[in-house]
């Protein structure tokens, strides 16, 4: 066999994360943004890495504060020790919701006055006082405030007798587009919204609009925070490139079978793939019951005995399968990187996306439950 097992992982297919990566990234982005505060998005289980440990990484690199998308996925941070500012994005969505983020204290994100009225009320049940983030829309469209709506709501806000603006925030829809114009007009309008906010005497702590592409393109003037996700784990944000960050998640998977095949043999369902000549066939043990695509078949390549192989055939629910030389010596329990970097070499999770017309992100966050996380 081409190389021994690894003693850490006797599984499968596995996630190694590299939480010194995490923190190298962390310091490079808080270096871009000229030092301003650090809002680490960890929602969608830290876009697969895992939410806990990534939270830990980063809180111990000196991150200021932190972004979910719901109370559940709070809950498991503060139920995991995390004591850091803690940002709910999705809000709160009825007055139980409000209750509950009063007992995790939580800051959730409000876009309208509903929940306003909920916090509001909670917060004098629990005689406590409800820190919340003002969301803007400034040209996303999908949640918050409208430069219309602004103003009603700042009323009801100021009027609400537990409830703190402490932050305002917006967020960027082309910030990944160098050409885009929609960048400089969407902060121009925040900070004149911003304005507008302090007019009303709300005197908020936190200002915020940028992701990670803005963020590696010049933090906006007038922000004291930006909110960094997809850079954080090492997936260069831009359309352009020329921004390369740290991979953090390597995805690995077992050989778990090996045999050479004569020309013209079919492989897996339908023999989509059949062999042009005399070809090694390494069976290996990961599918998109674990999140490698289902179309990766035929596109993408892994790396096996230090270079590529294609996958070839359809990729099923827990094997895929990859074709080398004949001569090659890989064979069971051998290790195939799928994307990430292991032993020098490195293969972009951007790449496998881009082969199944989809972005990073959606290739991270699907990673299966089923697949250990493993820190390195």
């Not at 021994?4 to 923190?23: F, H, N, P, Y």
């Not at 709070?74 to 940002?87: I, P, S, T």
């Not at 270079?307 to 359809?314: E, K, M, Q, Y």
Request: a positive charge; aromatic letters at 4%; proline letters at 5%.
């Amino acid at each position: 066999m081409g190389e021994a097992r690894d003693s850490r992982a006797q599984t499968r297919a596995w996630a190694e994360i590299d939480v010194a990566a995490l923190a190298r990234n962390y310091r490079a982005i808080r270096a871009r943004a000229q030092d301003k505060r650090v809002i680490a998005v960890v929602k969608a289980n830290a876009y697969g890495h895992g939410a806990v440990p990534a939270a830990r990484a980063l809180a111990a690199a000196g991150c200021d504060a932190f972004a979910v998308i719901s109370l559940d996925e709070a809950a498991e941070l503060r139920d995991a020790g995390l004591r850091a500012a803690l940002l709910v994005l999705g809000g709160v969505q009825d007055a139980d919701e409000a209750a509950r983020a009063l007992a995790l204290d939580v800051e959730p994100v409000l876009s309208r006055a509903e929940p306003l009225e909920w916090l509001d009320a909670a917060a004098a049940r629990a005689g406590q006082e409800c820190r919340v983030h003002l969301e803007l829309d400034t040209g996303m469209g999908r949640l918050g405030a409208t430069p219309g709506e602004l103003d009603a709501l700042l009323a009801r806000a100021v009027r609400a007798r537990r409830v703190r603006v402490v932050g305002v925030m917006s967020h960027l829809a082309c910030a990944d587009d160098a050409a885009s114009p929609e960048t400089a007009r969407q902060r121009a309008l925040f900070a004149e919204l911003v304005g507008r906010v302090r007019a009303a005497g709300v005197t908020p702590q936190w200002l915020h609009i940028d992701n990670s592409a803005g963020i590696v393109r010049g933090a906006a003037e007038g922000c004291n925070a930006v909110r960094p996700g997809i850079a954080l784990y090492g997936v260069d944000p831009t359309l352009e490139g020329g921004h390369p960050f740290e991979p953090v998640m390597s995805l690995c998977a077992r050989v778990v079978h090996a045999k050479n095949v004569a020309a013209g043999t079919p492989i897996g369902y339908a023999g989509a793939f059949r062999a042009v000549e005399a070809t090694r066939i390494l069976t290996l043990a990961v599918g998109y019951a674990d999140g490698l695509p289902r179309a990766a078949g035929g596109r993408a390549s892994v790396a096996v005995s230090g270079r590529r192989a294609p996958i070839v055939g359809r990729v099923s629910c827990d094997l895929a399968t990859v074709a080398v030389p004949t001569a090659d010596p890989a064979g069971p329990g051998d290790v195939a990187l799928v994307f990430g970097r292991r032993r020098g070499f490195e293969l972009p999770v951007a790449e496998l996306a881009s082969a199944v017309g989809t972005i990073s992100y959606e290739v991270l966050v699907r990673i299966g439950p089923r697949v250990p996380r493993i820190p390195t």
